[in-house]
């Protein structure tokens, strides 16, 4: 009796079922990786066997700066391996999909409501607060918040004739600019002047008026690692109120410095602690220790959010309320956010956050050492410096530095200051988590070792300083 041998494959029509099978296991032609380059600006004709296409794409990407060496960077470039597999396992669940993934919803929550604790909220259990895809989108967030509260109270007015203004230093992070361009805010920035290099309080309160939506304040501006005075700007916006009745209210950018200061600055007062502040932003990818796409925007009450911002979305299952201009998103970097959270709980914050501004203050002061250079910054609020080359030298600048410190690997940015101060450029240097004494002794010897090449020079050879950029991360 023969055995039934089955349909091989086929269905009652004698057709193949070969469309039943997933195209990336299937059998790829072994030899194509041999005999033919794959194009590059359109889609191959066939499939490539998976370690090809591995092979093809991991080489091209070691011409890549290394990253541990890029000290133009805030964002994180180190993580442990247990956080790794953690967003390893989360990177296909939807941040947005609350319904189906609650647990990811929940730890997102609790982020929140550490970060408004950690920020001094009058109540952390009723402050508000979302995860976005990094800071500049919070920043995006808290500025249509302000823009909303604003226009509500001057409906008579806008949008017929009174346009919007936003009051910020002219050192702000490009993604000011953004916003006041994207939803149509008139920027008014305060100049840099001398050796001030960030917003002065007063100058800041004299540009406000009746349609001004709110005034920024950074704590670690970008330009050289400092904090701008957000006590001091609070107490003139004080006094404006008193004189004109305006209350103008403050949104501080905290990118880097609200994951910094609460560690390692704990007597400064800057945040939610101060009444007039409405709303704080900061970077989980930067000095928050995980790896880049993870944001946070925080206001200090619900009154500070107006409710028209926030959708109702339930079509993915469940009503779930969302704010922000994302909306799918993996949900790998809040989990990761949380478990840094968790892994290093305040102790250990203060121990990364302290230990990477003693590298970036022994750093700055041997560079000084060297006697070519002048510091603006020592690394003593962020763990951010930026130097200048020394009055008396004239054979080369930062910008013939920062490309002979490229050719060791080192990424470290020059770039000439704005407005007012567009005479000044410097390098800035950028300490952060990974980047160690040992490896800040091997930046100093490469730069001790340039040093006489560099005197030796007839004159600076970048002359093209319209080709620098301010490294805005």
């Not at 990786?33 to 490539?48: E, I, K, N, Q, V």
């Not at 895809?133 to 500025?143: I, K």
Request: aromatic share 8%.
């Amino acid at each position: 009796m023969a055995l039934h041998k089955g349909s091989h494959g086929r269905d009652d029509s004698g057709r193949g079922r070969e469309l039943a099978l997933n195209p990336f296991f299937g059998e790829a032609d072994p030899t194509a990786g041999m005999t033919s380059a794959p194009p590059t600006h359109r889609l191959p004709d066939g499939p490539l066997p998976p370690s090809t296409a591995y092979g093809l794409v991991h080489d091209e990407l070691m011409l890549d700066g290394n990253s541990r060496l890029n000290l133009a960077t805030f964002v994180t470039t180190w993580m442990e391996p247990q956080a790794g597999v953690l967003m390893a396992e989360c990177r296909d669940k939807n941040m947005i999909d609350k319904d189906e993934y609650p647990r990811t919803a929940e730890l997102e929550r609790r982020c929140v409501a550490m970060l408004a604790d950690l920020w001094n909220a009058p109540d952390p259990g009723a402050a508000v607060g979302c995860s976005t895809t990094g800071s500049s989108e919070a920043c995006m967030l808290a500025g249509l918040a302000l823009k909303r509260r604003w226009a509500a109270k001057n409906a008579d007015r806008y949008p017929a004739t009174a346009r919007p203004n936003l009051v910020m230093g002219i050192n702000v992070q490009v993604c000011w600019e953004k916003f006041c361009n994207f939803w149509e805010v008139e920027a008014r920035l305060v100049p840099m002047e001398g050796d001030r290099f960030h917003l002065d309080p007063q100058g800041a309160a004299d540009l406000c008026d009746e349609n001004t939506i709110g005034v920024v304040g950074i704590l670690g501006s970008t330009f050289d690692g400092s904090y701008e005075p957000v006590a001091g700007l609070c107490e003139a916006l004080d006094a404006l109120q008193e004189r004109t009745g305006l209350d103008v209210p403050v949104h501080v950018d905290g990118a880097s410095g609200a994951m910094v200061a609460p560690f390692v600055d704990a007597d400064l007062v800057w945040d939610f602690r101060l009444p007039r502040v409405s709303s704080i932003n900061t970077s989980g990818h930067k000095y928050g220790l995980v790896y880049p796409g993870v944001g946070w925007a925080l206001w200090r009450t619900p009154d500070d959010l107006p409710e028209e911002l926030v959708f109702r979305v339930n079509y993915l299952g469940g009503d779930m309320p969302t704010f922000a201009l994302n909306f799918s998103r993996p949900g790998a970097q809040v989990v990761a956010q949380y478990y840094t959270f968790l892994r290093l709980g305040r102790d250990g914050y203060r121990a990364v956050q302290q230990a990477s501004r003693d590298v970036a203050r022994g750093l700055a002061d041997r560079i000084e050492a060297l006697g070519d250079f002048q510091l603006l910054t020592r690394g003593d609020e962020l763990p951010v410096f930026a130097v200048t080359t020394a009055p008396d030298v004239s054979a080369y600048d930062v910008f013939d530095v920062s490309r002979r410190l490229r050719e060791h690997g080192w990424l470290v940015p020059a770039y000439t200051f704005p407005a007012n101060r567009q005479d000044l450029s410097v390098l800035r240097i950028v300490c952060r988590n990974g980047f160690s004494s040992d490896l800040a002794e091997l930046l100093l010897e490469d730069l001790r070792a340039l040093l006489p090449e560099l005197r030796s020079q007839p004159r600076p050879l970048s002359r093209d300083k319209g080709a620098a950029t301010s490294f805005h991360h």
